[in-house]
C-alpha cells in the first residue's frame, strides 16, 4: 500500500487578501499552450495582436475560444470585422509572435499577410488558419471570453506550432514509444507521446 504525500498548496492571496499575481502567473505558466495571431484588415491596415488564451470548445458545430484582457485598445478594433484571421504560429515564428504580443511599435513590421473573407487577415508561414465569426461574448473577471465560429480553415502539413510556458517560447518533440512489453502492465505505452524542448524568448 502506497502513502500518498500532498503537495504543498499555498492560499492564492497574499498576506494583505489580494491575489498573488504572481505567484498565480507562475503556476498557471506551468500549462503551455499554443500563440496565435488574431488579426483582421481595417481600412486598409494590419491590425491584431498574439493571444495564447485560445482554445478549441466544439467540433459540432466548429467552436474555439479567445480571452481578451479587458480594456484592450486592439480588440475593439478586431471585433468589427466582419471575419477574424486566426493564424497558429510556427515553431519559427517566435520573434514574430514576441513583436506581435509587443503593446509598442509596428505589430506587422517585416510579416507578410493576404485577406480572406471579410476582411480576416493570415498571416503567411503559419502552422494553421482560420477564419472565423464571433458566436458569443461574456466579460468574466478581467477578461472578455470570446467564443469563435469557425468557417473556413487550412493546415501546413510540414510545420510544428510554437508553444509557449514557463515564459519561454518551446516547440514540440515526438517521443519515440517503448515497445510493447518494455515496461510492465499498463505502464506500456502503446503511441506517440509529445513532450517539450524549451527554447527561449
Avoid at 20 to 48: E, M, S
Avoid at 74 to 88: D, F, L
Avoid at 112 to 135: N, P, Q, R
Avoid at 141 to 158: A, F, K, M, N, T
Amino acid at each position: 500500500m502506497s502513502v500518498l504525500v500532498l503537495p504543498q498548496l499555498d492560499d492564492v492571496n497574499d498576506a494583505e487578501g489580494a491575489v498573488d499575481n504572481g505567484r498565480l502567473r507562475k503556476v498557471f505558466g506551468r500549462f503551455p499552450t499554443g500563440v496565435t495571431a488574431i488579426c483582421v484588415v481595417a481600412d486598409g491596415q494590419p491590425v491584431g495582436f498574439a493571444a495564447s488564451s485560445f482554445n478549441t470548445v466544439s467540433a459540432d458545430p466548429p467552436l474555439v475560444s479567445l480571452c481578451v484582457q479587458t480594456g484592450s485598445s486592439t480588440w475593439p478594433q478586431v471585433q468589427r470585422s466582419t471575419r477574424i484571421g486566426v493564424s497558429i504560429f510556427a515553431a519559427d515564428q517566435s520573434l514574430l509572435c514576441r513583436q506581435m504580443a509587443s503593446k509598442t511599435g509596428d505589430r506587422f513590421a517585416g510579416a507578410a499577410w493576404s485577406e480572406g473573407e471579410g476582411g480576416a487577415l493570415l498571416l503567411a508561414g503559419a502552422a494553421a488558419w482560420m477564419e472565423t465569426t464571433i458566436e458569443f461574448e461574456q466579460t468574466v473577471g478581467d477578461h472578455e471570453v470570446i467564443i469563435l465560429r469557425v468557417h473556413r480553415l487550412g493546415v501546413d502539413g510540414d510545420k510544428q506550432p510554437l508553444v509557449f510556458g514557463d515564459s519561454k517560447f518551446q516547440e514540440l518533440r515526438e517521443l519515440v514509444p517503448p515497445k510493447p512489453g518494455d515496461e510492465p502492465g499498463a505502464r506500456a505505452i502503446q503511441e506517440s507521446l509529445l513532450s517539450l524542448s524549451l527554447g527561449w524568448w
